[in-house]
Structures are given as C-alpha cells and as structure tokens.
C-alpha cells in the first residue's frame, strides 16, 4: 500500500472529502496491472517527463497521491502534475496538499500549479500524459452558477464564508445533472483534444451514469479509441456503484 | 503561479485555439515572487524537448527578466562535464541549469493578468492562483 496524502488543512465545509470515490481512483491508479500498463508507456527515463492532469482536484488527494508516489506509479519521478478546479478554496488547498505529499516523498516529482477554470478549457491541445476526473457525477440538479463570481472567494471585508455560499460549492461537487452526466460529457468532449499521441484517460462513473453506454460512445470517437473499467467497488448483485473507466488510443505500429 | 505552467496552458475561449496569437500568454502588471524549491536535473533535461523555446523567451522579456538565448540549452549544457554520470543522482548541476530551474520552477507570478494574443482577454492572478473561468461557462 502506497502513503495516503494528507489533507488535514483542508476545510471539508466547502471542498470535497475524500471519499469512496476518492479511494477507488488512488486504489486503481496504483493497482498492479494499472502501474504494468503506466510503465509500459511512460517508464522510458530518456523521454519527455509525463504530464498529469486532473481536473476537479477537490482536496487534491488524488493528485498528490500520484505527484508523491510517481516513482512506484510511473518507474521515473520526473513527472509534471498540474490541476483545475472550479471552485478557488479547492485549488489552493489542494496545491497545499500536492507539495505537502511531495516534500514527504524520497523522490520528488514536479508540481506545477492548480488553475482555477472550467474542465480543461485553458489546457493546451495534446498537451497531456495521463488525465483523471472524478466528476460530479450524481444525478440532481446542477447548481445556479448564476452567483459564482461572488461564491468563489471570501466575501468583501470578510475572513469567513457564508453558509449558502459553502452548500454551493459542495454542490459544485457532486451536482451532475441528467444521468449525472452533464459535466462528465462536456468533459469527455475535452479528452481527444487535450491528450497527446500516447495519451490516457481515467474518468470515475456511477452504476446511474450508465456506464456501458458511455464506454460504447467512447469507442465510437473513431478508429482505435479503446474504453475500458479497470477498477470498480460496491458489487452489489453484479452491479457496480462506482467504476473506473480507462480511455485511450490503441497505437499503431 | 510558476512560469513553467505556462508552457501547457491557453485561452480558454474556444475560437482561440486555433490561433498561434493564443499561446503563450502573456503576463502583464505582474507582481512576481521567488518560491525555492529543490532542483531536479533529471527532469531539466528531459524537460527540454517539450518546452516552447520563443514561448519561454517571450515571457521572460516580457517580465522584464535577463534576455534568454536564442536557442534553448541542450542536455549537455545542464551537466558539469565532470560529472557526467549512468547514475542521474551522481550529476551536478551546472550554472545554465540552476538558472532554468529559477526561471521555470520558483518564478512565479503572485499577482498579475495573463492576457491572449488573440482576443485580449485578460485573466486575473491572485495569491498565485490563476482564474480561467469566463462567464460563458457557467451557464
Ligand atoms: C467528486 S469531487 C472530486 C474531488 C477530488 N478529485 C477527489 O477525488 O476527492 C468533484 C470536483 O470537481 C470540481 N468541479 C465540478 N465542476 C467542475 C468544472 N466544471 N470544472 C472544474 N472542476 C469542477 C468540484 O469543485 C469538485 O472539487
Ligand atoms: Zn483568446
């Protein structure tokens, strides 16, 4: 078992604890036949150091788990971290969190910075390695973004956040519209642009989100655009609550 | 927010994209700040083939930082020759390659706008942390 990166600072009011959703990601990133496949593309120590992207950083456990861990994960620790969340408290408590991780590592890796912004809408096309999103993929109504200029920083004069302003950006969390899958579409539409050439993707789905359709789109992309779960948790009856879907391009050759 | 993360990052408006005038941005009214951090060789010299040289020049003229050359550095450059070694660890930095790590991991822009080329659109960096949301977004 690798170290779980801590996120004691983080103020769970308004950015999303850890969960069981949190825990699948970490557990199949660092699962024997996610780390065989990993190495299999990106170990080579005389390329370009890997980038990771995740989008929706929350506490950043998840990428610190991957930026404090790149050398069991990857085989090298020149590897580049970078996040984007929606929500400003989540993207600095999860940089916090992200050096906080690589400080405690033998072999550090390299974070850049978490940007505050839509999905991967300031990410450069083919730019990234390996991508990740757990989504907010429960299916309830989005939240009104009507107000998240003013939600998305402490009020003027204030130290402290409202409480409406907290149930907002814990919305911003889960939220997901129809299927669950509003936010997670709009991302899926991002991922062919933003990988590059070797490119993967792992993106976490709900037993709601109706996983098989959305691994039937992917394939449908074009020639070569593979889809498959590679970890899960909650069997319950052959279903599974929470999955993990990888996504990438079969290289010729 | 360090300049290195600029290497990898555009407008986010999407008829930008297109556009070479989208990348790099290009900071202004910055309000820089030195953050130390521990030097990585090996991933100075693997990280080279992947930066966009004139993207790194532009933004360090811009900041008003000393002018880089013209060509980036190359591997060798990054090591003292005596010290060239099969063991990454055994490595010793050179000047060239103390001053990469200055420029791209512990520059980094604390207040300031980062605007595109493109559109004019200004985005807002406030206590290190970049702000890409556009209204559009959120609808
Ligand atoms: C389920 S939480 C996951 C948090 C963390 N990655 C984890 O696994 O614990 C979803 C995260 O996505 C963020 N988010 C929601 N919509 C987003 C958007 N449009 N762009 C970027 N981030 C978004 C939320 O603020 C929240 O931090
Ligand atoms: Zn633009």
Redesign the interface.
């Known amino acids: 078992m690798l170290p779980t990166p801590s996120t004691s600072h983080v103020s769970f009011d308004r950015v999303y604890e850890p969960a069981e959703d949190s825990f699948l990601l970490l557990d199949t990133i660092s699962s024997s036949t996610e780390v065989a496949f990993l190495k299999d593309r990106f170990s080579n120590?005389?390329?370009?150091?890997p980038?990771v992207l995740e989008v929706g950083v929350g506490s950043g456990v998840v990428l610190a788990f991957v930026a404090g861990n790149a050398d069991n994960i990857f085989g090298?620790?020149?590897v580049?971290t970078?996040g984007?969340d929606?929500n400003?408290f989540a993207?600095?408590a999860a940089?916090q969190t992200v050096q906080t991780a690589i400080a405690s590592s033998a072999q550090?890796?390299?974070f850049?910075?978490?940007?505050?912004?839509?999905l991967a809408?300031?990410?450069?096309?083919q730019?990234v390695d390996v991508f990740i999103f757990n989504p907010p993929y429960v299916p309830a109504e989005l939240p009104d973004?009507?107000r998240?200029?003013s939600y998305?920083a402490l009020p003027a004069g204030k130290k402290a956040t409202t409480f409406e302003q907290d149930s907002y950006l814990l919305e911003l969390s889960y939220a997901g519209g129809e299927d669950g899958m509003v936010v997670t579409n709009r991302m899926l539409a991002q991922i062919p642009e933003i990988l590059s050439p070797n490119g993967i993707a792992y993106v976490l789905l709900c037993a709601q989100n109706k996983p098989e359709d959305v691994k039937k789109n992917i394939r449908s992309w074009g020639p070569g655009w593979l889809a498959e779960t590679v970890g899960s948790s909650g069997k319950k009856a052959g279903w599974e609550k929470l999955q993990i879907v990888r996504i990438w391009r079969q290289t010729s050759g | 927010?360090?300049l290195?993360?600029l290497?990898?990052?555009?407008?986010?408006i999407?008829t930008c994209?297109g556009s070479p005038a989208s990348?790099p941005l290009h900071p202004r009214d910055s309000e820089l700040e030195i953050i130390e951090t521990?030097i990585?060789l090996?991933?100075l010299k693997?990280?080279l083939?992947?930066l966009t040289w004139d993207a790194v020049r532009t933004i360090s003229t811009e900041l008003g930082l000393p002018e880089l050359p013209a060509t980036a550095p190359t591997r060798e450059d990054l090591v003292e020759p005596s010290s060239t070694s099969e063991d990454d660890a055994e490595e010793v930095p050179t000047q060239v390659a103390k001053d990469l790590h200055r420029l791209l991991?512990e520059t980094c822009v604390k207040e300031g706008k980062l605007v595109c080329g493109c559109c004019e659109h200004e985005?807002q960096v406030k206590?290190?942390?970049?702000?890409?949301?556009?209204p559009g977004?959120?609808?």
């Not at chain 2, 290497?7 to 986010?12: D, I, K, P, S």
């Not at chain 2, 206590?127 to 556009?134: I, K, P, S, T, Y």
């Open positions: 120590a005389t390329t370009h150091p980038l090298r620790h020149d580049l970078l984007t929606i400003r993207c600095q940089s550090p890796s390299v850049l910075d978490v940007v505050n912004g839509d809408s300031s990410i450069r096309h730019s973004f009507s998240h200029d998305n | 927010m360090k290195l993360t290497n990898f990052l555009t407008c986010a999407k994209k990348f521990d990585n090996p991933f693997n990280i083939p992947r991991l985005y206590e290190g942390v970049a702000n890409f949301l556009l977004h959120l609808v």
